[in-house]
């Protein structure tokens, strides 16, 4: 299997009810036209669960089906998600997060510090496209981030699932039913892939 590079996305999840999101960037021509929208709504609807999830100064991976998540929260509260199917390298996908929050947290300094004034895509930046088109290929990615090799001292946590990255004893498919990020559609389509255990759009 090819390695496959899904998505990067930057959020604030400190002062706010539920993340905000501030950018994002995604890949899903390998899906099929129809599930393209579907697709699109579960990274989003994964990548904002996981980003709330995650603690400050933490980094945190999740194994969902054949795809992994990779988070990097700040103590400032920008947190940055990648998806990845699990081809993809794992130091990579954490390395991409960590240089895309300084990349971001230096380009955009002072631009995502009122919570209150966020709404989701605030900050265009088009640049981030352009990184996860380079970061498709993560062995030439990885000769680009040698210098940061060296990931600062900060606890990284392993995770089986993503039911287990909620708390208070949610589930995932609760969460499904009550997210504003998926349509009915979407939603419909879920409940249908779980009722014949087949990994919803590939992507859960």
């Known amino acids: 299997m090819a390695e496959k ?9 400190k002062g706010v009810e539920k993340p905000v999101i501030l950018t994002s960037a995604m890949d899903v021509n390998s899906f099929s036209f129809m599930q393209r929208s579907s697709v699109k709504q579960f990274i989003t609807f994964i990548s904002r669960t996981v980003a709330g999830a995650t603690k400050p100064e933490t980094r945190q991976q999740v194994v969902e089906k054949e795809n992994r998540v990779y988070a990097h929260a700040r103590s400032d509260g920008l947190v940055c998600v990648v998806i990845t199917n699990d081809a993809y390298p794992e130091r990579v996908a954490f390395t991409v997060c960590s240089a895309t929050l300084v990349e971001f947290g230096e380009k955009f300094a002072g631009q995502y510090n009122t919570p209150s004034s966020l709404v989701d895509n605030c900050i265009q930046w088009p640049d981030l ?4 088109e380079k970061y498709q290929k993560p062995a030439e990615a990885d000769q680009i981030l040698k ?5 600062e001292d900060i606890q990284t946590i392993m995770l089986q699932n993503l039911d287990k990255v909620l708390e208070r004893g949610e589930k995932i498919g609760d969460l499904v039913e009550k997210s504003t990020d998926l349509t009915e559609t979407s939603k419909t389509f879920y409940k249908t892939a779980k009722k014949t255990n087949k990994g919803c759009c590939l992507i859960m």
Do not use: G, V
Not at 5 to 13: D, G, K, N
């Open 5 to 13: 590079m899904f998505s990067i996305m930057l959020f604030m999840a």
């Open 147 to 151: 210098i940061q090799r060296d990931l």
């Open 129 to 132: 496209q352009k990184t996860l």
